[in-house]
């Protein structure tokens, strides 16, 4: 049973938008803090948005009034509206779960991941 699903991504050019979507099982979208992660060729996954148990989002630096993370309790998806996109932002972008809600945009506290979507920025 897959738990997470990413879709969305895609090629783009630099100052264009993307829309990416996790669609989640009923479990995991109900009792774990959702957000998304990205891993760039040759460099170390990182954080870059997830909601805290309040649904509050949390940002990284690098992505903080470009991106927005939102989600549909109706359809159990959680996006990541990326704007303004940077050459820099290319990678393979992870939805993930955490149970315990930690806020942090830390792998290591993650407890589910998705396959990853590519997203390519030119």
């Known amino acids: 049973h897959v738990q997470l699903v990413e879709s969305g991504g895609g090629s783009v050019q630099a100052g264009g938008s993307l829309r990416l979507s996790c669609e989640a099982s009923?479990?995991?979208?109900?009792?774990?803090?959702l957000g998304w992660f990205r891993q760039a060729p040759g460099k170390e996954r990182e954080g870059v948005a997830i909601?805290?148990?309040?649904?509050?989002?949390t940002y990284s630096d690098s992505v903080k009034g470009r991106f927005t993370i939102s989600q549909d309790d109706a359809k159990n998806i959680v996006y990541l509206q990326m704007d303004n996109l940077k050459t820099e932002d290319t990678g393979t972008y992870y939805c993930?779960?955490?149970?315990?809600?930690?806020?942090?945009?830390?792998?290591?506290?993650?407890?589910?991941w998705g396959k990853g979507t590519q997203v390519t920025v030119s």
């Open positions: 009923s479990n995991i979208y109900n009792r774990y803090c």
């Open positions: 909601f805290d148990i309040d649904n509050i989002p």
């Open positions: 993930a779960a955490d149970r315990d809600c930690n806020e942090a945009l830390d792998e290591f506290a993650m407890d589910r």
